[in-house]
């Protein structure tokens, strides 16, 4: 069975860093980009960032740019998410995304993945 598992969320003041990791029991994982997403309560699904198999290709959204890094470790099956200067507008459950079918302009989309990890909880305190 696919399983996404994110950990590395929790409580952090604003300015501070939390990094994220994405660790998925896929065969195959390098044939997969892996995106990022966050959902605030009230609000709809949001793009954050992505990586293609090898993260020689990355997209991020315009709200993390320069802060946010999205990297991956084929070896360990794992994409992480380094996310610094933290602000309270940053608070949201961050899941983890799979797919093997994309181009690199349709990885905000949520529809373009198939796998989904249950997500984590990050939480920024002003």
């Known amino acids: 069975q696919v399983q996404l598992v994110e950990s590395g969320g929790g409580l952090v003041q604003a300015g501070g860093s939390l990094r994220l990791s994405c660790t998925a029991s896929l065969r195959a994982f390098t044939s997969y980009a892996v995106g990022w997403f966050r959902q605030a309560p009230g609000k709809e699904r949001e793009f954050v960032a992505a990586a293609n198999w090898n993260a020689g290709s990355t997209h991020y959204a315009d709200s993390v740019k320069g802060r946010f890094t999205v990297s991956r470790d084929n070896a360990q099956k794992t994409v992480y998410l380094q996310m610094n200067s933290l602000q309270p507008e940053d608070t949201a459950v961050y899941s983890c995304?799979?797919?093997?079918?994309?181009?690199?302009?349709?990885?905000?989309?949520?529809?373009?993945?198939?796998?989904w990890g249950q997500g984590t909880q990050v939480t920024v305190s002003s």
């Open positions: 995304a799979a797919t093997t079918t994309y181009y690199i302009y349709t990885l905000a989309a949520p529809d373009t993945y198939t796998y």
